[in-house]
């Protein structure tokens, strides 16, 4: 649990965690925040923010906030579920190849490559305009397919060099099968950096599938904060004087990925020491320095003391 | 050699699997969305592109899916993509000649100022580090870069382009002017280039900071640092000679393959701004389900960055002699 212990000490992590929970908790419970049916075009359209519509209504006449606190759980279901599916074919793919070896291998990081330089998101664009207004499902399975080849990448290096350790050599003489040495003996080993990539993984897969919606390519009627940007940019929010239909939806994009690049980040800095911010110890050498330069060496016994 | 045939290799492979993705995309589709196309393009096409756009999509076909994907393969390679449906009667080839200079303008430079920019800003907040420059600006940057790009585009609209009414709000050129080689419509086309490019600067600058500065980092405790130092060297000799110079290496191949994903890059912020590159064209192919146009610019994307790795694997093979002996 020094772990844990590590990521509390972070800024970084804490800061992400309490964005992911409260997200979370709009997520759940949208409703008891914001009692307004979002979608429901009973207000007065392109009223100014007030006590009654804290963001405004939009051009059909659709309360702001409501749309905003309904459209958190499209983007994070999306976020958590792509991120985990693309994290578990990462994981099935990358290790087994660094396991099996061979020409199994050979083929699967080939694959591996050929999906790791292909343009994603391009590639997402083509997938889905091919199937039209597939709703999450399809922007999901997109997200997926498009999403896990970094991840698979790094762990078969890792799986890698995990693979002649004594202790699996050790699982392997007392006669355990492969699927057990595999799923107890190496990814324990590999927690953290899968946690890594399920991070990775959930912050392309919210900018992914917000650039989608945005464009119109995911389904248009889900209530999710790119649809909301896609409604706002063909109503022209922006010279509409409604900046904030644009505004609002897109902040809450860029926390959610925020969120989820700071715990990245601050696992990148727990998993290598190096890069932790530097604390008192370095402080002390700093004014050192400023007071007059790195300690100088003595001065030699032969020459004059006051030299 | 064994090296660069792998490579070679890999490069074709890839090429392959991309060429198969168009092909096989449309057919696997519940009810081959093609055919609605090609029903729209009816009577006003007629030979051999009619009969590559049929091929390209196994609409009313008559020769089976083996022959079409060669034939397919073929017009790729002998540049037949076929006509647009969005700007019939223009071809998709010269369609998307027209776009290519405007985003490897746009992206290529603002690709190039983040990488320089981003470099610096990392080299030197590694340098200082825990100071007040470095507790500052790569936060900040980090922050930005984890903002979606249409997003950072759509407030620098509001801002620049609605609010205080200083720059224009989109496209590559004031309507209306005819693109010549004048002073004029240089000064009008850089005038429209100043708000995407700055967004893209701005979002994409995080990245390099941050692998720069760790870099730089792990570069910092090398004993020839120790050994700079002591010789007594400048420190700015030091921080750009001794350490930026080497923590650089392993930055300059991301730079390589970002190079490749200028064509891509920045699909959305084109978009955003209805710049006229090749995001533009291809979301304005999605969205008009110009299939044949939209097959034409993936293709095009996998090319240029399949093209960047050989580039850069060259490069590196020439700059480290370690990969040399490798294989």
């Known amino acids: 649990m020094k772990f844990l212990r590590t990521l509390r000490s972070s800024p970084k992590a804490m800061a992400g965690v309490a964005i992911l929970a409260i997200f979370t908790f709009l997520a759940i419970f949208p409703g008891v925040v914001a009692p307004d049916n979002p979608s429901a075009e009973i207000f007065q359209p392109g009223l100014g923010p007030s006590t009654g519509h804290l963001f405004g209504t939009t051009s059909y006449g659709q309360d702001i906030f409501s749309q905003f606190v309904w459209g958190t759980r499209v983007s994070l279901v999306i976020a958590i579920v792509a991120g985990l599916l693309a994290t578990i074919l990462s994981v099935l793919v990358g290790v087994t190849a660094a396991y099996i070896g061979g020409i199994a291998d050979s083929l699967l990081s080939l694959v591996t490559d050929i999906f790791l330089v292909i343009p994603a998101f391009p590639l997402v664009i083509v997938i889905a305009s091919y199937s039209k207004n597939g709703g999450i499902a399809i922007i999901i399975a997109v997200l997926v397919i498009t999403g896990w080849s970094y991840g698979a990448r790094q762990l078969r290096a890792q799986a890698l060099s995990l693979r002649n350790r004594d202790f699996l050599i050790a699982a392997q003489l007392r006669g355990e099968r492969r699927w057990r040495i595999i799923v107890s003996e190496i990814l324990p080993m590999m927690t953290s950096l899968i946690v890594a990539n399920f991070l990775g993984a959930a912050v392309y897969s919210v900018l992914a599938a917000a650039g989608l919606q945005f464009v119109g390519l995911g389904s248009v009627t889900t209530q999710s904060w790119g649809t909301m940007l896609y409604w706002a940019q063909n109503n022209e929010a922006l010279e509409a004087g409604i900046p904030l239909w644009a505004i609002a939806p897109g902040l809450g994009i860029a926390l959610l990925g925020g969120a989820f690049a700071l715990l990245n980040y601050a696992f990148d800095e727990v998993s290598n020491p190096a890069l932790r911010p530097v604390r008192s110890k370095r402080r002390v050498r700093a004014k050192a320095r400023n007071r007059g330069g790195l300690p100088r060496p003595l001065p030699r016994r032969t020459g004059s003391p006051a030299a | ?327």
């Open chain 2, 1 to 327: 050699m064994s090296y660069i045939a792998k490579r070679l290799g890999f490069f074709f492979v890839t090429l392959w699997a991309a060429m198969t993705i168009n092909f096989f995309l449309p057919r696997l589709m519940p009810g081959n969305p093609a055919i609605a196309m090609m029903a729209r393009f009816h009577g006003r096409l007629s030979g051999q592109s009619l009969h590559a756009m049929e091929v390209a999509f196994g609409v009313n076909s008559s020769t089976g899916i083996v022959a079409q994907y060669l034939s397919y393969i073929a017009n790729s390679f002998t540049g037949h993509f076929g006509t647009s449906l969005t700007f019939f009667p223009t071809t998709v080839a010269s369609v998307v000649v027209q776009a290519l200079p405007w985003t490897v303008g746009l992206v290529g430079v603002t690709t190039v100022i983040a990488f320089i920019i981003g470099t610096l800003i990392g080299i030197v907040s590694a340098w200082r580090r825990g100071g007040k420059f470095d507790s500052v600006l790569p936060p900040v940057f980090i922050m930005l870069s984890a903002f979606p790009y249409f997003f950072v585009g759509l407030m620098a609209i509001w801002l620049f382009a609605v609010k205080f009414q200083l720059l224009p709000a989109g496209s590559g050129y004031t309507d209306g002017m005819s693109i010549q080689f004048t002073w004029t419509f240089i000064a009008n086309m850089l005038e429209h280039a100043v708000l995407p490019g700055l967004t893209i600067v701005i979002t994409s600058i995080g990245g390099w900071i941050l692998t720069m500065r760790n870099n730089m980092i792990t570069t910092l405790s090398e004993d020839y640092i120790r050994m700079a130092r002591a010789k007594g060297l400048a420190p700015w000799r030091i921080m750009l000679d001794y350490a930026g110079r080497n923590a650089i290496l392993p930055n300059l191949s991301g730079f390589g393959m970002s190079l490749g994903f200028v064509v891509s890059g920045a699909i959305l912020v084109e978009y955003v701004f209805s710049y006229p590159g090749v995001g533009y064209l291809l979301l304005q192919a999605v969205l008009n389900e110009d299939y044949p146009l939209m097959q034409t610019l993936f293709l095009l994307i996998t090319v240029a960055v399949l093209v960047a790795i050989l580039v850069v694997d060259a490069v590196t093979l020439f700059l480290d002699p370690r990969t040399r002996s490798a294989t």
